[in-house]
């Protein structure tokens, strides 16, 4: 619709996966260099039915919009800005545009800057680009993805600031060590991703993961070199066992562990997930929002299952107890017995929503027992979610978006570390208590909240 | 995005009013593939910002300043009794309360969800039917809608879908089934949610109505049971019965109004554009004024004067701005009342409530803070349409019921005393105090006709913040209406002894007793730009056509010929969903009167 | 007849008072109504204030008045609010006297009618008690309440019974408001009634079957702040 009155557009948030990388190294420095020439791609040549809309798919798929397109902004007009350490660098411009976007680029170079990290001028990407994922990228997938950057996007005659990085991390010589030592070759990554399953379903599901979906980016450990640990199901148990912490919220594993993985999840439930952000499991907050928000939900449902079933097949990282419920707690707070620390704060301002038995409601609430995020080792993503509230967005798959709201003002370090620990030890959650410290740490580095306006409007 | 200062482009469709009757014209006429363009008076409101949890449970703000309600310093009405008094104006919102901004009304309701019986919608035909004509009182304008059950009954069933509503059904399809209201007609399906929980309050009086041989049924709450998805796709959670509906913005998302359930899907639509802060000053009408042109309006945000032109429009604002906004644009006759001629303003009528108390023994606790707005046990037995009014000697009737919607503390000091006890003190504290914790309310809530001296029209003093002059209500009880509230009111008493009440304090209207517009008595107004069958005594055809302008439609309780004893939410969607079908099936096909005058 | 600026502006008696409402409370948090200092009210006017809210809802067996509460400074604060000034009203003229079923017809703001009713108030004390309001004792107190109650008072153009109305209104408000707002003075006002404040979830206790709740209240949150003006005016942005 449109808003004829006074409000600012919804912000988009920066995603995970690029404010994960953009904190060690630093951003996609795709872009136009050197001299002018003819269009790589000719505009009046005549194009196979359908080979856009693929392209666009691809597009949706690999979430390029993430990091491209600003919001309120022409469509992969870049200039996007991540604020680093280091300085400030800013998302190119990846529309045809033959000065200021990709223009020239022939199919052969596009293709190179994608999957292998190697601009057209031959310097290397900063590796928030997920070209090591990228790699994976079937030739025809790359051509669809090449035809619509070239025919189905608006060229933008407008060039993002110059990156503010200082001098030695300005210089992206280095990055070609990186790449060599842990971007795998084309030909490589795709033998490793295509051969693993006979399954058709589960060989889609391996590759939208592994390849243009780049799960890996944010869901699997890091070294310290900042290289994903495993990049396969094949690399073994790490592929997908969880990320760091980034901007203050855990990256949970996606593997079958039965209390902090997606061992209860069905099929459906990761289907439901990342087709409309809420699961009668668990909905999403943090950076998986601006995820589903660009990209999943719009994948084609054969996509989401063979996604979820390949998920499904992920053999646990670690093993633990299978989680039952427990009704100790909510028959305690039922015969209002609230002397446990965390129950009082629980009972006022929690339960409204998420019940006294922790269970929610549907997919509006989501619930707190048995819920993987809530019993995550690192429990930073429940005392951020309490600090600062969070909403889920209004998707064309679900028009309607729940908020939660901040507590940060409301409670203190000391009730929300006993309430957490509360939420993680009770109804059958069995995650280690939470220290007073350790929530301070929290409040202390919080994002700057949602602004009415940018809150959801049901 | 536009700009707020750029003139919006021209829509097929027009809608003033963004609650309950605007968002369905809407959302039916975007899926129709027009381009509609709605125009709302207030501000946006999300659930978020405004029902905000727990900073929205705050009673100060919600129900006692009137936050989501009216701004009366810009508008307002005058009102007195009789037509040869000097109307006053409503200074202060008190006797009922029209919501302002998105959802309007529909936003800060309570949610009780009632369809209407076979009989409210021809009262006059079923009045002449049973007892004959001579029965209706000489100045009673007894009317028919000129729709009929039947031909709503798809419709009640659509919107009961889109509400989420919550409740029992007794048959459908013919079918006996479980234990709502045998009084209540048929229906093609059952509700789409079961019925809301009893309070203690509510399940003492179910039980009492059932021991005396009454039918009591839960009632229909637009309050969702469970949580549910509409037909759009819109996301309800589940009532908890925290008991802030009236005067709220529902925070649990679990109250049905337009900004929870019709609105997210309509924002997505790129064929729907939302301007608020546009004041509407009057419908224009081309030169054989036959034709709706567009609206004038002020973009209150930039404060300028804008005017926009569409094929179509909709006027469905809250029932007073009907009526308001008819008169000011000249459309249709004016109604006088000495000559009894015009449509516009006539059969104006309200809804007679009493509330009387029941105090159940001291180690009872009635909590009545929990509650839902639509929740709640009632009994039909003196409003169905079978109910012997023929000795009686009135027309209309009225549910009984405990509907406790949640009673907040201010609401409560403010309402105790009085009626001989002590209004403040020590007395009053204490009484005060036992009527919090032990008591319990029973209401009356019924039918009001329409008269031929109680109507709407413009005052000739006073002003809006536009210069435009205000409404003027011309409106009293009348004696058949006071019969049939002390009738009903008379079983209540029985009714509480049976409950165990240790003492009880019944409330009717008395004879003489004019309306006191500084009680709160439901904001369900009505009629105005009624509908009907004949343009002598209707505004509007069937389908909710203006006679006068036949591409305008006015959708809103402003097109009930009387009042029925239901609340009136129910049909107002039901209505708006069955005019939005007909301008589908028919109008837009061959614009023009859909019946012929 | 015009708006607030007609009102005859009687003098300030310049009698310092005698019954000091605050001495009672030896050491007290900060918060406590009793360390407040008014904005709006003279301390004169506070005076009245204090000793007229607490008649109407005295301290009693059932549990703290109208002063312990805080409801004079609740009345105080929102005399400050677009409430304090009419702004939720239809104040435009003309204004006529009508019958009461047509309800509030002056052309006074809240701050109007206290600023306008307290001083005379206090004169006709002296004048037919010899001692400001604040300084009676209870039972004479009640009965010039009773007087504004029955309209057998009146004070300029300003009825004793509407000047009452208003008065009972805010202290009653005071009394039972979220505390945010300075009155419910640590929720004694919930306590004494049993109403378990802002938790707002009553899904596991929809019918008790008579029993009571089981829990005490708890408030909204310490923010927004309900007087900053970003809370008052939310609804324009």
Avoid at chain 1, 293 to 321: C, G, M, N, W
Avoid at chain 1, 403 to 412: G, K, R, V
Avoid at chain 2, 229 to 254: D, E, K, R, V, W
């Amino acid at each position: 619709m449109t808003v004829l009155s006074p409000r600012p557009t919804i912000r988009k948030r920066l995603s995970s996966a690029r404010a994960l990388l953009l904190a060690g190294l630093g951003l996609l420095g795709l872009g136009s260099s050197g001299l002018p020439a003819r269009p790589a791609l000719a505009t009046d040549s005549p194009l196979p039915a359908g080979l856009i809309e693929e392209g666009h798919y691809q597009a949706v798929l690999g979430d390029c919009a993430a990091c491209h397109t600003q919001p309120g902004r022409a469509p992969y007009s870049g200039g996007m800005p991540f604020k680093l350490p280091i300085g400030t660098i800013y998302s190119t411009n990846i529309s045809p545009d033959p000065v200021h976007g990709i223009g020239r680029y022939t199919e052969a170079e596009f293709a190179r800057a994608v999957q292998l990290g190697i601009r057209k001028d031959g310097s290397a990407l900063y590796p928030a680009m997920p070209y090591p994922s990228y790699a994976r990228l079937s030739k025809a997938d790359i051509h669809a993805l090449y035809v619509y950057f070239q025919r189905g996007v608006a060229p933008q005659p407008v060039s993002p600031p110059p990156n503010g990085l200082i001098w030695p991390l300005s210089m992206r010589w280095p990055l070609h060590i990186w790449r060599w030592l842990f971007s795998p070759s084309i030909q490589s990554a795709q033998l490793r991703t295509n051969n693993q399953f006979s399954d058709p379903v589960l060989a889609r599901g391996a590759y939208l993961v592994e390849g243009p979906g780049h799960c890996g980016a944010c869901h699997s450990p890091r070294s310290i070199t900042l290289n994903e640990k495993a990049q396969t199901a094949k690399d073994g148990p790490l592929f997908l066992s969880g990320g760091g912490v980034v901007e203050q919220w855990v990256v949970p594993s996606l593997r079958q562990e039965n209390r902090t993985g997606l061992g209860r999840w069905s099929e459906q439930d990761i289907v439901d997930f990342l087709r409309t952000g809420r699961a009668r499991t668990g909905a999403s907050f943090g950076g998986m929002t601006p995820v589903i928000v660009h990209s999943a939900h719009a994948f084609k449902d054969d996509d989401l299952h063979a996604i979820a079933r390949y998920l499904k097949q992920l053999a646990p990282a670690r093993k633990e107890t299978p989680w039952v419920y427990d009704p100790t707690t909510t028959e305690r707070l039922r015969q209002a017995d609230l002397s446990q620390p965390g129950a009082q704060t629980y009972v006022d301002r929690c339960a409204a929503c998420h019940r006294t038995d922790g269970a929610g409601y549907g997919t509006v609430f989501p619930p707190l027992a048995g819920n993987p995020v809530v019993m995550t080792d690192d429990a930073t993503s429940l005392i951020h979610i309490i600090l600062a509230g969070d909403s889920t967005h209004a998707l064309p798959t679900t028009p309607s978006a729940f908020a939660m709201p901040s507590f940060a003002d409301t409670l203190s370090d000391k009730e929300i570390a006993d309430l957490v620990s509360f939420i993680r030890q009770s109804w059958g959650n069995n995650a280690r208590a939470v220290k007073e410290g350790t929530v301070r740490r929290i409040r202390q580095n919080l994002p700057q909240l949602e602004t009415p306006a940018q809150l959801p409007k049901n | 995005m536009p700009d707020e200062t750029s003139t919006p482009t021209r829509p097929d469709v027009l809608i003033i009013g963004g609650g309950w009757a605007g968002s369905i014209m809407a959302k039916e006429l975007t899926e129709a593939g027009l381009n509609v363009t709605m125009l709302e008076r207030g501000h946006d409101h999300s659930t978020a910002v405004e029902g905000t949890y727990p900073g929205s449970i705050d009673e100060l703000r919600g129900a006692i300043r009137k936050r989501l309600f009216q701004k009366l310093a810009r508008t307002s009405l005058t009102i007195r009794n009789r037509p040869d008094q000097t109307a006053l104006p409503y200074r202060q919102l008190t006797a009922f309360l029209p919501g302002e901004g998105v959802g309007g009304a529909g936003l800060h309701w309570s949610g009780c969800h009632f369809r209407a019986t076979e009989d409210d919608l021809r009262l006059r035909s079923a009045t002449i039917e049973r007892y004959g004509e001579n029965f209706i009182p000489k100045d009673m304008h007894l009317q028919d809608y000129g729709v009929t059950y039947g031909e709503l009954e798809p419709f009640f069933d659509k919107a009961e879908k889109v509400f989420g509503t919550s409740g029992e059904a007794s048959s459908v399809r013919g079918q006996k089934t479980g234990r709502g209201n045998i009084f209540a007609p048929d229906r093609s399906d059952h509700f789409p949610l079961p019925p809301m929980a009893d309070t203690f309050s509510a399940s003492v009086f179910r039980a009492a109505a059932t021991d005396m041989g009454y039918h009591p049924f839960s009632i229909p709450a637009a309050n969702a049971s469970q949580p549910y998805t509409n037909p759009y796709g819109c996301q309800m959670g589940p009532c908890n019965f925290c008991g802030y509906c009236s005067g709220y913005a529902c925070y649990l998302y679990s109250k049905a109004s337009p900004n929870v359930n019709i609105l997210p899907a309509l924002r997505q639509d790129r064929r729907f554009t939302l301007i608020t802060q546009a004041q509407v000053l009057e419908i224009m009408l081309d030169d054989t004024h036959k034709k709706a042109t567009g609206v004038r309006y002020v973009d209150l945000s930039s404060r300028t004067e804008k005017t926009l032109e569409a094929d179509l429009v909709i006027l469905s604002a809250f029932q007073l701005h009907n009526v308001h906004l008819m008169l000011v644009s000249g459309i249709g006759q004016p109604y006088d009342p000495v000559t009894q001629t015009g449509t516009i303003g006539r059969n104006f009528t309200y809804q007679t409530i009493t509330s009387s108390r029941v105090w159940l023994p001291e180690d009872r606790f009635t909590s009545q803070f929990v509650g839902a707005g639509g929740a709640g046990v009632a009994i039909d037995d003196f409003n169905h349409p079978g109910f012997d009014r023929g000795r009686l000697g009135f027309i209309g009737g009225s549910p009984i019921w405990v509907n406790q919607a949640g009673l907040k503390p201010i609401a409560a000091a403010q309402g105790s005393g009085g009626k001989g006890a002590p209004r403040w003190g020590s007395a009053y504290k204490s009484a005060m105090i036992d009527q919090y914790r032990h008591s319990l309310g029973i209401d009356a809530h019924g039918s009001n006709m329409a008269y031929r001296d109680v109507y709407l029209d413009l005052d000739p003093t006073w002003t809006n913040a536009y210069g435009q002059p205000l409404l003027r209500m011309t409106f009293t009880w009348k004696d058949n209406d006071i019969r049939m509230n002390q009738h009903v009111v008379s079983h209540i008493g029985d009714i509480a002894h049976a409950m165990g009440a240790t003492r009880t304090s019944l409330n009717s209207l008395q004879p003489g007793q004019p309306f006191d517009s500084r009680v709160y008595q439901t904001t369900h107004l009505n009629g105005g730009v009624i509908m009907g069958e004949n343009p002598k005594t209707s505004a509007l055809n069937r389908y909710l056509q203006s006679w006068d302008v036949p591409n305008l439609f006015v959708i809103g309780s402003s097109a009930f010929p009387q009042g029925m004893g239901y609340n009136p939410t129910g049909l107002v969607a039901a209505l708006a969903y069955w005019s939005a079908h007909h301008i589908r099936r028919t109008y837009l096909r061959n614009p023009g009167p859909m019946v012929s005058a | 007849m015009g708006g607030a600026a007609s009102l005859s502006s009687v003098p300030l008696l310049s009698r310092t008072a005698e019954a000091e409402p605050d001495k009672k409370a030896p050491k007290v948090p900060e918060n406590d109504p009793a360390h407040y200092k008014p904005t709006f009210f003279s301390q004169e006017e506070y005076l009245f204030l204090c000793h007229a809210c607490e008649r109407i809802f005295p301290q009693d067996e059932n549990g703290p008045g109208a002063q312990a509460l805080g409801a004079p400074r609740f009345i105080d604060r929102q005399m400050s609010t677009p409430y304090g000034f009419g702004d939720l009203w239809y104040m435009k003229a003309p204004f006529h006297e009508g019958p009461p079923e047509l309800g509030y017809q002056l052309p006074y703001n809240p701050r109007d009618l206290y600023r306008g009713t307290i001083t005379p108030i206090n004169t006709h004390c002296l004048m037919t008690y010899n001692a400001l309001f604040a300084a009676l004792p209870p039972d004479r107190q009640d009965e010039v309440l009773h007087d504004m109650e029955n309209n057998r008072l009146r004070f300029n153009d300003i009825p004793g019974a509407a000047f009452f109305e208003q008065l009972r209104t805010n202290t009653l408000e005071g009394a039972f408001a979220d505390p945010a707002y300075g009155g419910n003075h640590d929720m004694g006002g919930w306590k004494m009634m049993g109403f378990p404040g802002a938790r707002a979830d009553f899904m596991d206790w929809i019918n008790q079957e008579g029993a009571p709740y089981p829990f005490g209240p708890v408030g909204m949150p310490a923010r927004p702040d309900p007087y900053s003006s970003a809370f008052q005016t939310d609804e324009e942005g």
